[in-house]
């Protein structure tokens, strides 16, 4: 009989795009936001109606920071956190291949 597999973590692995979140690409988002201004679009998964990646606005995104160094070839506009309204609406959200379930009417404490 073959013996168990041995568990090395506790938690799940983080999903590889964690190692874009670091000072140097915020730094970027942040400039990205100011130069896009109010009006600026807020990130959401691919869709059928949009493919990822968008490739215009990435265009855009070396456009706008041409004076910078290091800018990604990915959407910087990916590090922004999720909308809590959207999830509000979803009526839950998905971490880890798993689906969680929100209240519309969470208890206060």
Known sequence: MDEPTEIQSTFPTPPAHYIRYTNTNLQLLNQLKTKL????????????????????????????????????????????????????????????????AVSRYPNLP
Do not use: C, K, M
């Open 37 to 100: 201004g109010p009006d600026a679009p807020i990130y959401h998964p691919a869709s059928d109606d949009l493919p990822y990646p968008d490739v215009q606005a990435i265009r855009q995104q070396h456009n706008l920071l041409s004076d910078a160094r290091d800018v990604p070839d990915w959407d910087l506009l990916e590090l922004q956190p999720p909308r809590v309204d959207w999830i509000v609406e979803e009526g839950g959200y998905s971490t880890f291949g798993d689906q969680w």
